[in-house]
């Protein structure tokens, strides 16, 4: 009278069952970063344009912040071209 139902397990690629078994480290993926300098006063600037810069971490004139190369950092650059500039 015991029937057994056959379990389905998921299939996981080689390489991630090998991680969650321990038998390979984990290594971060290495992230692109972008260097950018605040060389211009936001004096005159519009609000918006202030708030972006102090977005990107800046506090002080021809300082420069190392932050990720995403599509949200690159925009904000492409918003205030005129106050920054890309370093490396």
Do not use: C, W
Not at 54 to 70: A, C, I, W, Y
Request: glycine letters at 4%.
């Amino acid at each position: 009278m015991a029937e057994t139902k056959a379990v389905k397990t998921a299939k996981q690629p080689a390489a991630t069952k090998a991680v969650h078994e321990g038998k390979v480290p984990a290594k971060p993926a290495a992230k692109a970063t972008i260097q950018i300098q605040y060389f211009r006063s936001m004096i005159q600037a519009p609000v918006k344009h202030k708030r972006v810069i102090k977005g990107l971490g800046f506090t002080r004139l021809n300082q420069v912040v190392v932050r990720e190369d995403t599509a949200s950092i690159r925009g904000m650059v492409n918003t205030v071209p005129h106050l920054v500039r890309i370093v490396s």
